[in-house]
């Protein structure tokens, strides 16, 4: 799909399909009125007869009849002009591209509402959900149609009704716009991928070379993959012990971008890779483990955002690591009451195998900050279901006590529509995870259990800046929106950009 400022009259546009916001009653839109004006009343008639009141996702098509050049108008409602959010630009570019694909439109013109100063995040939520919204896994589909083309091969943004030429530093906002926009919903698709191949496909190998892949396109990125025995080497016995049951070799994953000029400070995104877990010893049951492919959604976030990262450029020295192996049960697999030394040299009494994020994340906070010294430390999980029964679904659970650093990241959450809230890091919870005989035990009591797991990883993040994003929730999605289809998500990738790529 390529993506084009259009500079014509949306009345006169020479697409197939033309698309308008409508806010609220149509009746009082400006642009309604004079699409409904060069249509003689046909579009009110049109939204009488379907109950087409502007109201949020609320959609209406119809034959233009020839008074415009456009073969249908599509009219997307949207609610009250005073309750949007920018992020909602995502959804409407979704649903215009989906009903574009639907009636085989090659060619859609959308008519942006007037957006001043937001004029280049607009484009780029609307470039994202075009294309996120035609994002499907379908490799292991052999239908016809799972392998139909998307019709839709031109989607033309217009940002001037009226067909007024532009100002030549507005092209150039909006051209940026546009490939920003492609950067991150390529980024996100690629991280929707890789959570949604099978786990028997993406092991803790696979996930190596697809971000080697990554790696070898930029020539600002470097990849270093360490194997079981470096990372024994290194003496990381709790990430180690979570993959001793697993056939397949655990991989510590670790990608640094370097910008031309000395990095303003250095970044660490660190990401869980549980690529498959069964729980261990601690054995889920079946409809628990079913999706259990989607462990490694922060590892698949860190890896897939550095992609975009490079392409946009950062101010700042990035790196991704991500811990992947598999949790399985064999006879070398770690258990109940085993002790395990961690990579700073803590131990940990084991008293739940299905706790293994927390034990794989740890040593790879000692890895980031040992080896990287980074200023800042961001860590981002499908860790705990205690985190999805407090903030439900759709919302990740995020702590630190670095206010500032928490401010900053969940503004950038705020701006992208990645639904994120805060939970306390209550120091009192600490005493749930003392042990007998080690320094500590992997699990707290059953309450407030997302934020003893926050509690833990803090142990090994020691003084270093430090936020923790537990995705539980909203990693995958059973009920899908427009621009985010049932499967993996892709979640945080876009705060993850918006954070410290370049503006």
Wanted: glycine residues 10%.
């Amino acid at each position: 799909m390529e993506f084009t400022h259009l500079i014509e009259p949306a009345l006169t546009a020479s697409v197939d399909l033309i698309a308008l916001v409508v806010y609220g009653d149509p009746s009082k839109d400006a642009q309604w009125k004079a699409f409904d004006a060069a249509l003689g009343g046909a579009l009110s008639a049109a939204a009488k007869a379907e109950n087409f009141e502007g109201k949020p996702s609320q959609v209406l098509t119809m034959w233009s009849k020839g008074p415009l050049k456009a073969q249908r108008v599509l009219a997307l409602g949207a609610g009250a002009r005073a309750d949007q959010k920018l992020p909602s630009f995502r959804d409407l570019g979704a649903v215009a591209g989906q009903t574009a694909a639907k009636l085989g439109a090659t060619s859609l013109g959308f008519v942006l509402p007037t957006a001043g100063a937001k004029l280049g995040t607009t484009v780029q939520l609307l470039v994202e959900g075009a294309l996120l919204g035609s994002y499907k896994f379908a490799r292991y589909l052999t239908s016809d149609d799972a392998k139909k083309p998307n019709p839709l091969k031109s989607f033309g943004i217009i940002t001037d009704a009226k067909g007024k030429k532009p100002l030549a530093a507005e092209v150039k906002h909006v051209k940026a716009a546009i490939e920003r926009g492609e950067a991150v919903a390529k980024a996100v698709a690629k991280a929707r991928d890789l959570i949604n191949e099978p786990a028997a496909h993406m092991t803790p190998t696979q996930l190596a070379h697809e971000a080697t892949e990554i790696a070898k396109r930029h020539p600002q990125l470097s990849i270093t993959v360490l194997g079981a025995k470096k990372c024994e080497e290194l003496g990381m016995g709790m990430f180690l012990a979570v993959g001793k049951g697993s056939e397949q070799e655990s991989k510590l994953i670790h990608i640094t971008y370097k910008p031309a000029k000395k990095p303003k400070k250095k970044i660490a995104l660190i990401g869980k890779g549980v690529t498959f877990d069964s729980g261990g010893y601690s054995l889920k049951p079946s409809n628990a483990m079913e999706d259990m492919k989607i462990d490694m959604s922060g590892a698949a976030a860190v890896i897939a955002a550095m992609d975009a990262i490079a392409t946009l450029g950062s101010e700042h020295e990035i790196h991704a690591i991500a811990a992947c192996c598999e949790n399985l049960v064999s006879g070398r697999a770690y258990k109940l009451g085993d002790v395990l030394t961690s990579m700073d040299g803590t131990t940990v009494e084991i008293n739940n195998t299905d706790a293994e994020g927390r034990l794989t994340l740890g040593d790879a906070i000692t890895y980031a900050r040992t080896k990287i010294d980074p200023d800042e430390m961001f860590d981002f999980a499908t860790l705990t279901g205690a985190c999805m029964v407090a903030l439900g679904p759709y919302t990740a659970g995020v702590m630190s006590d670095h206010d500032r650093l928490l401010k900053d990241w969940m503004a950038c959450a705020d701006a992208t529509g990645e639904d994120m809230w805060r939970l306390p890091l209550n120091p009192r919870l600490r005493e749930q995870l003392k042990s007998p005989i080690a320094d500590m035990r992997n699990t707290g009591d059953r309450m407030g259990g997302a934020i003893t797991a926050g509690l833990f990883l803090k142990t090994f993040a020691k003084g270093t800046p430090w936020v923790h994003v537990d995705l539980a929730g909203p990693a995958s999605v059973s009920n899908g929106r427009p621009h985010q289809p049932k499967g993996g998500t892709g979640f945080a990738v876009a705060t993850i950009i918006q954070y410290v790529a370049r503006s």
